[in-house]
């Protein structure tokens, strides 16, 4: 074979290959483009649903950060069957000193601090005594025979709201002279620093015939998380 054919079969050779080359370039085009068309069609989508728990544990805290009342001393008006002495800043009724004037106006409080991290409502009641008569008389029903011995209750906010839910901010009766009962302060007490703390109001109607002497009395308040 000479020079000329070997030329010529190389350039045979080479068309071929080209040949070849093209074809296959234009069959990998033609089937990616057969894949295009295939992948543009599938349009579909589906959902579920999951779920996430999560539980929040209660952290209740309560102190009284005052925790003395001191109301003061007096007797009851010999003109008047009953005084009322509050604690609230409202002058006495027919309470007198030791001189026969008027007692002035006492403010002095419970105040109540939510030290948790958790709103709670607030309750208060009277601790080991029957009722009113046995705190101011000595006995349930057996000295003051006018049966007008009472205690009440009300919650007075300091700054901020930290009562957001029932607030009793009237006086309610804690006890009378043959029953006590507990009252509910307020139902929702916020923790957060700032607004979480409220003072607690008594006001009692003392009997004229009470009998002379100190007398105490235990308040017992529970917070219970909501």
């Known amino acids: 074979m000479n020079n000329k054919t070997i030329v010529a079969l190389l350039a045979v050779a080479l068309v071929v290959s080209l040949t070849g080359t093209i074809m296959s370039v234009s069959e990998i085009s033609k089937v990616g483009g057969q894949w295009m068309v295939i992948s543009g069609a599938v349009t579909s989508s589906a959902t579920d649903t999951g779920n996430t728990t999560l539980e929040i544990l209660a952290n209740v ?83 003051c025979p006018g049966d007008n011995a009472m205690v009440e209750v009300k919650m007075e906010e300091l700054d901020g709201d930290s009562c957001i839910g029932t607030e009793q901010t009237s006086w309610l009766e804690l006890a009378n002279y043959t029953t006590k009962s507990t009252v509910l302060l307020c139902s929702n007490m916020k923790p957060t620093d700032g607004t979480d703390v409220f003072d607690v109001d008594f006001q009692l109607t003392i009997p004229q015939e009470a009998p002379t002497g100190s007398k105490t009395a235990t308040f017992t308040y529970t917070a219970e998380a909501i």
């Open 61 to 143: 805290g309560l102190n009284v950060d005052d925790a003395e009342i001191d109301i003061g001393s007096g007797y009851v008006n010999g003109t008047s069957s009953t005084a009322v002495v509050g604690t609230s800043g409202v002058p006495p009724l027919n309470w007198l000193n030791s001189t026969g004037g008027l007692v002035a106006s006492v403010i002095d409080t419970h105040q109540l601090n939510n030290t948790g991290s958790s709103p709670v409502n607030i309750t208060v009641s009277m601790n080991t005594l029957a009722d009113a008569e046995e705190w101011l008389c000595g006995a349930s029903g057996a000295t």
